[in-house]
């Protein structure tokens, strides 16, 4: 479907400012279609044909519509868009006696222009119109509700026309305003409440207010009500601002537990301020949740930091055993669980930092890498690469991915590049390239293809994948085949080395069992 903006621009002269009046009308012109109980159509003239074109509509959530098909797009001449014409041309307000008929629904007809004021405040010219067509056969007597719902959107109606609403929106406000459904209040020149919907006085109510809100000073109300005096301040001078014929921002009021979004509008029809309009609604619910969450997530994140410190705690143990056995043995045994557990306490780490259960991996995998290179660094000195992304990866993933490359890389620098003694056994090699260890990642929407290389010595003759009494590569497999379901492979290199190819599905849950 096209936009409004196409429309506007594939057939019609106006230009970007009009084109974005007609977007600020239709983002707030909700309201008017709920007052007015009324399907709203924005008409533009079609360049040079004499007909008008529909470029958005809206229809009213209080009644039932005047249209059941889409009208966007139509472009409609001759006697069926006469009323247009008087609104475009003569720049004012036209309603039609007699009812039209669209099938066998019967409707009544409204134009009102659209003026878009001069930067300089003069009144501007009139770029567009907007149809207002009431569905009448469900018409009865209007309720005081809807006689209050219809005075205040002729009044609209009439702003719309000199070109003073919407007014100008408040940077960052773009969803959840208050709707007429959900509370409204008139107040007069001097603040003080005609008319107050029965859901606005329930509103109310929830912040501790239980008499008729008619009569009231509203102003005065909202920085009574309030818990904190500022907000109640703000809250007095957003009602006050509206009465002066300004647009306040959105403002809160917290009282007695429930919460109470406003927005004031003026009402200034024919430039003069008789009033305004103050939207409500409670939103006690939607600030609890929010709250809630909040909580929950920091919770999450304190527990991470708290596993993260048991883990070091746990790893500074370790070394310190490590430091006081003499066999050799043990004592290297006691440095690789040093090693493991420290890398698992870097994903922690980042988890406590992120605001969700997932971490961008890359990081930890670089830290991971730099730590393993440290381990030979005394011999020899490895170079570490890493091609492509892991991107963010979830927390469960994370975990248990670290401690598998942990190993991966550990084995390449270790076993790829062993330290002098262990090589001279094999035969001298004059050219040798220098030691490099690269890990590749391919990131798919399902899976996750990591390959670590290394162009060291090889794999001993006889290297049997599956067996092997040696702790590291068991843990890999145990991890690879059980939380990552994924499939791990220990291979010669093309070009030499070693490689070993770890693919991991992302999709949990999915049928991707490795078959082997
Ligand atoms: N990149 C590699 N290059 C050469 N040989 C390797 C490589 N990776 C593994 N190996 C061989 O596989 C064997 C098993 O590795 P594994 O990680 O299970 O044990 P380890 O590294 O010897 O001891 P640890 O339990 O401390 O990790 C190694 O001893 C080594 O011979
Ligand atoms: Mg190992």
Redesign the pocket.
């Known amino acids: 479907m096209s936009t409004l903006r196409d429309l506007a621009e594939e057939h019609t002269r106006l230009r970007p400012a009009d084109i974005d009046h007609l977007h600020r009308i239709a983002g707030d012109w909700q309201l008017l279609s709920d007052l007015s109980f009324a399907d709203l159509l924005l008409w533009v003239p079609v360049d040079g044909e004499g007909s008008f074109l529909c470029v958005a509509q809206v229809r009213p959530t209080t009644a039932p519509t005047a249209y059941q098909d889409d009208q966007v797009g139509r472009i409609v001449g001759g006697p069926e868009v006469a009323h247009l014409e008087v609104a475009y041309g003569q720049g004012r307000i036209w309603r039609e006696g007699d009812p039209v008929w669209y099938g066998d629904v019967p409707a009544r007809h409204e134009a009102i222009p659209v003026r878009l004021r001069a930067a300089d405040g003069e009144s501007g010219e009139v770029i567009a119109v907007v149809g207002r067509d009431t569905n009448l056969s469900t018409a009865r007597t209007p309720s005081q509700l809807e006689l209050n719902y219809l005075t205040t959107a002729d009044d609209l109606a009439q702003m719309i026309a000199d070109g003073t609403f919407p007014p100008p929106r408040h940077p960052g406000e773009t969803t959840s305003a208050p709707r007429v459904g959900d509370g409204l209040v008139r107040l007069d020149a001097g603040g003080k409440v005609t008319y107050a919907s029965p859901n606005a006085q329930s509103a109310y109510r929830r912040l501790g207010y239980a008499s008729h809100l008619v009569g009231e000073d509203l102003a005065a109300l909202h920085r009574r009500l309030a818990n904190d005096p500022l907000e109640g301040t703000e809250a007095a001078n957003g009602i006050l601002a509206a009465l002066r014929g300004e647009a306040p921002p959105r403002r809160e009021i917290d009282a007695r537990g429930a919460t109470m979004l406003t927005r004031a509008l003026p009402l200034m029809p024919a430039g003069v301020p008789i009033g305004a309009l103050v939207l409500v609604r409670d939103i006690t619910e939607v600030r609890r949740r929010d709250r809630a969450l909040i909580t929950k997530d920091a919770t999450i994140r304190e527990i991470h930091h708290r596993v993260k410190n048991n883990l070091q705690t746990v790893a500074a143990l370790l070394r310190l055993q490590a430091r006081r056995v003499a066999m050799p043995e043990a004592r290297v045994?006691l440095e690789?669980s040093v090693r493991r557990v420290a890398s698992i306490a870097l994903v922690h780490e980042t988890l406590s930092m992120s605001s969700d259960e997932a971490v961008e991996f890359d990081g930890i995998v670089d830290r991971v890498a730099s730590a393993a290179t440290e381990v030979a660094a005394t011999e020899v000195t490895v170079g570490m690469r890493r091609e492509g992304s892991f991107g963010v990866l979830p927390a469960e993933i994370a975990t248990s991915l670290v401690m598998v490359l942990n190993?991966l890389l550990?084995?390449?620098v270790?076993?790829?590049f062993p330290p002098a003694e262990e090589a001279d056994e094999r035969q001298p090699q004059p050219q040798e390239p220098v030691p490099q260890v690269v890990v590749t990642v391919h990131r798919s929407r399902k899976t996750l293809h990591v390959t670590v290389a290394?162009n060291?010595?090889?794999?001993?003759t006889g290297?049997d994948s599956e067996g092997?009494a040696?702790?590291?590569?068991?843990i890999v497999r145990a991890l690879v085949t059980g939380e990552l379901r994924g499939s791990i492979e220990?291979r010669p290199g093309a070009a030499g080395?070693?490689e070993?190819v770890l693919t991991v599905p992302l999709a949990r849950g999915g049928s991707e069992r490795p078959g082997g």
């Open positions: 045994a690789e190993e550990l084995n390449a270790e076993h790829g290394d060291g010595r090889g794999l001993p290297f092997g040696k702790l590291g590569l068991q220990l080395g070693t070993a």
